[in-house]
């Protein structure tokens, strides 16, 4: 024990945190206490170490009390927020978990905002998210298993419900985080892309949530939920493609509307990722395809300006995300306006200078306002778009073709956990299409 403490003290020499505070009574050393200023309960302190020695009980008696013999998990216990004691009349060394938690209120996550529904959302501690989810979820088969990562620096929580819970998934999930040797940030976007099916692919393969409902549908449907401890947001798969439409809204609308919701989404994503491209083919291949007015039209419009189609769209295309950045990097109401005017301003001065035609700028406008309503698919909108775009430009119609073929083969590999990313849309019962393309009340 002396040589451990020896140690201890070497080790947090130069360290104005580190706080030795012993207990003496009788002109007796009775006890030296360890621990880092700020992270301790000082009042518990006092309530179960010292009044300990006072009323001469035994340490080991009380609850969150372990006794420890290794010099490693001594330093990991004060690193964690935990009191060490070197007791000198039993000759041990007891860990005492008196941690003070600075924990924000339970409220709903600003990016996850919904019209009915709880307002209830995950908060930093993954102790409390578990309660949370707990709560949601009543049932004697939800697990909930506990690893440690980079030694017990980071602790990380996987739940899942032991009836409905695809197995396969689980093992995949356990095999993929025994590999993690050493993660460098404690969010859980950094284990999402350790463990995701095709790491470089623009399509998500795990879900992410701050909603402890959400997390219970998931439950509820066989999926499997992993938290980290400092991170409200956590992870839930397998993740199938169908679910980029879906949000927690539609459980609590009527289905009708639910459904119609459900739809748009599908079809909105289909013109973000095409529209720009056909409008380009159509107009430098295919004129024959548009009535004789609209040719037209777009004609008159055109007069003047001197860039090609492609390049037109192009520059509006960069110009929208540039906005859209800058107004999600803008808080506030300032990153709104700043989004709408910048947009306003921009668009009418380059009609106005005969950069840019009035039916390109219908078009982008239409693809960036359908752009907004599926953020899951952001990311692969934006490639694709361009690649569709690109496409069209170079052979037209028959290169759109040519990548819509790529794209659903690309899509059709896909895996999540053992999964199908295609698992409902590419099954032939109707009870996979009622919830999949509408949401039909279960039976």
Known sequence: ?????????????NDSSFIKYPIIKDNNLLSNIYYFEGLVDLEKIGEIIIKKYELNQKLILFPNVKEEKDYNAVIQKIIDGNVVVFDYTENRIYSVELRRLYLRSVSEPDNEKIIKGPREGLI????????????????????????ALNDGEYKIGILYL???????????????INKIKKIKSFDINYIKEQIKDRKYSPFNTVGDTQRPDVCAFELLKGKIIVLIDGSPTVIYLPYLFSECFQTV???????YYASINRMFRFISFLITILLP??????????????????????????????????FECLLLLLSFEVLREAGTKTSGLL???????GALIIGQAAVEARIISTSVVIVIAFTSVT?????????????????????????????????????????IKIKSFGVNYLNNISSFRLKDYKQTYLRVPDE
């Not at 102790?127 to 989810?133: A, D, E, G, K, R």
């Not at 809204?249 to 289905?255: A, G, K, L, S």
């Open 249 to 255: 809204d539609d459980y609590y609308t009527n289905m």
């Open 1 to 13: 024990m002396q040589n451990i403490e020896r140690k201890l003290n070497e080790h947090f020499s």
């Open 371 to 411: 752009s907004l309503i599926n953020p899951k698919t952001a990311g692969a909108e934006i490639i694709f778009r361009f690649l569709f775009l690109l496409l069209g430009t170079i052979l037209g119609l028959y290169g759109l073709l040519c990548g819509i073929l790529f794209f659903i083969m690309y899509i």
């Open 162 to 176: 032991k009836k409905t819970v695809n197995l396969k998934s689980l093992r995949i999930l356990k095999q993929r």
């Open 335 to 341: 990153g709104t306006s700043l989004s709408i005017v």
């Open 124 to 147: 930093e501690n993954i102790i409390t998210n578990v309660s949370l989810i707990r709560n949601k979820i009543r049932r004697k088969d939800l697990k909930v298993e506990y690893k």
């Open 277 to 310: 491209g056909i409008y380009v083919s159509l107009l430098m291949y295919h004129q024959e395809l548009l009535p004789m007015k609209l040719v037209l039209s777009i004609a008159a419009s055109r007069q003047g300006v001197p860039f090609p189609v492609f």
